[in-house]
């Protein structure tokens, strides 16, 4: 089925498993999680993944929804349910929180999609970072695009200890230890129409050369110490 937006029923029941993380309680609301959270995400997914592989299918992408189970073997204490759900549109890799990835995110209160790293390895923030140095100017060109626009802000940690980036206007992407470009705002009408597609089609779309020159990055050889 074509995503048409999430519901009422969306939010009430991320709101329910938030205050009621029990097994007791999911399993009295499971019909509700697989109908009102779970078979949106997956249209949307696949909507979005459908259209991406339509106009950038030549990277091999593939789209991967998350489970509402936490990690048994990574137990926190505050339940054994996740009170949200994602999708990724990634390519395929043993470790994917160290590669860039597309994501779409939907929590009780807000929601956020963007591109990055869940956590980037400090060989490939070197590897970034030998770039920088080597080719500042290509690098301003990449990033100019993110000054005329408001939908996408860098996030990230950045090292405590400064480093000095060879221009003023690559600083910040040089001190980070791991990043993503994001858009996040709290839960509004746009999540309850098929248009939210429409917007993370073409937000992944302003994306694509971020993910390339990124992707590629990971291909450099180790920077020499």
Known sequence: MPFTGFTQATIDFMWGIRFNNNKTWFEEHKTEYQRDFLAP???????VFARV??????????????????????PTGDGPYRDHLWFSIETPSEEWTTTPVFWFELSPDSWSYGMGY????????AKLRARIDNKPGAFEKLIAPLAKQDEFALDGEEYKRKKEAPTAKTAAWYNKKTFSLVHAQPIGDEIFS??????IVGGYAFLMPFY???SAVGLDPPPES
Do not use: Q
């Open 118 to 125: 869940y956590l980037a390895r400090p060989e490939t923030m």
């Open 212 to 214: 390339d020159y990124f």
């Open 41 to 47: 995400m997956k249209e949307l997914g696949r909507d």
């Open 53 to 74: 592989t339509d106009d950038f299918g030549e990277r091999g992408f593939i789209h991967k929804v998350s489970r509402i189970y936490k990690d048994a073997r990574r």
């Open 194 to 199: 098929s248009e939210l597609a429409d917007r």
